[in-house]
Nanobody, 125 residues
Framework: QVQLVESGGGLVQAGGPLRLSCVAS????????MGWFRQAPGKERDFVAG????????FYADSVKGRFTISRDNAKNAVYLQMNSLKPEDTAVYYC??????????????????WGQGTQVTVSS
C-alpha cells in the first residue's frame, strides 16, 4: 500500500508562484508514474500534470501548459508541481496520485491506484 502526502498549498496572489510537494511511502516509488489532479468546488477532479517513472516524460493539461512544471526525485520519493503565473481559476484542492508501471500520460483519475489527501490552493485576484 502506497501512502501519499501533499504539502505546500496556501493562499497566493494572482501572478505569484507556489510549489507543491508530494512524498510517497510504502512502495517502490520508481515503479510508479505520478500525476497531479485538482478539484474545484462543485467540479470534477481534473488532470493537471503527469510524469513518467524516471521523470523523462511529462504531460500537462492545456490550461496549465507553460505555467506549471512537474518533476520528481526518486531518491527522495517525491514529486513536485511548480506553479507560476497563478490565476484565480487555478483555485482548487490539488491531489497527487500514483499509477503502478504507468507512463505519466494517464489523464483519467480511475487510472491511478493511490491518492493523497489533497492540499488547498487559493489564488486571490
Amino acid at each position: 500500500q502506497v501512502q501519499l502526502v501533499e504539502s505546500g498549498g496556501g493562499l497566493v496572489q494572482a501572478g505569484g508562484p507556489l510549489r507543491l510537494s508530494c512524498v510517497a511511502s510504502g512502495g517502490t516509488f520508481r515503479f510508479y508514474s505520478m500525476g497531479w489532479f485538482r478539484q474545484a468546488p462543485g467540479k470534477e477532479r481534473d488532470f493537471v500534470a503527469g510524469v513518467s517513472q524516471k521523470g523523462a516524460n511529462t504531460f500537462y493539461a492545456d490550461s496549465v501548459k507553460g505555467r506549471f512544471t512537474i518533476s520528481r526525485d526518486n531518491a527522495k520519493n517525491a514529486v513536485y508541481l511548480q506553479m507560476n503565473s497563478l490565476k484565480p481559476e487555478d483555485t482548487a484542492v490539488y491531489y497527487c496520485a500514483s499509477r503502478l508501471l504507468g507512463s505519466g500520460s494517464e489523464t483519467v483519475k480511475d487510472q491511478y491506484n493511490f491518492w493523497g489527501q489533497g492540499t488547498q490552493v487559493t489564488v486571490s485576484s
